[in-house]
């Protein structure tokens, strides 16, 4: 499976921004997906992840409220929309897919992993 993610920017503090990520060679309507992001001098964390039937998400603490996971399985695509944001969501953002169906907060629970998206927020 690989991931290219969509939606590279800069925003202002309070506005919002959507990333997408397209999954190619293999389906991945089956897994569970989800994003991570890593910012400057931090370690990669948990941000959102979605099961494979997109009926249950989960947040982090830092992200829950604002942000909104979604998936369509039919165009192999995950999403997220990043709203009410800070400068603390400056970062790269990662998407991923899972080794199972069920939605994971923990890095090892997934296989694939995309490039990376920069999103950078000013104050």
């Known amino acids: 499976v690989q991931l290219q993610a969509f939606g590279e920017g800069l925003v202002q503090a309070g506005g919002s921004l959507s990333l997408s990520c397209a999954a190619s060679g293999r389906p991945a309507s089956n897994n569970a997906m989800g994003w991570f992001r890593r910012a400057p001098g931090k370690e990669r964390e948990f941000v959102a992840s979605?099961?494979?039937?997109?009926?249950?998400?989960y947040y982090s603490d830092s992200v829950k409220g604002r942000f909104v996971i979604s998936r369509d399985n039919a165009k192999n695509t995950l999403y997220l929309q990043m709203n009410s944001m800070t400068p603390e969501d400056t970062a790269v953002h990662y998407c991923a897919v899972a080794l199972g169906s069920v939605a994971r907060s923990t890095s090892e629970s997934y296989r694939y992993w995309g490039q990376g998206t920069l999103v950078t927020v000013s104050s």
């Open positions: 979605i099961n494979w039937r997109a009926g249950n998400a």
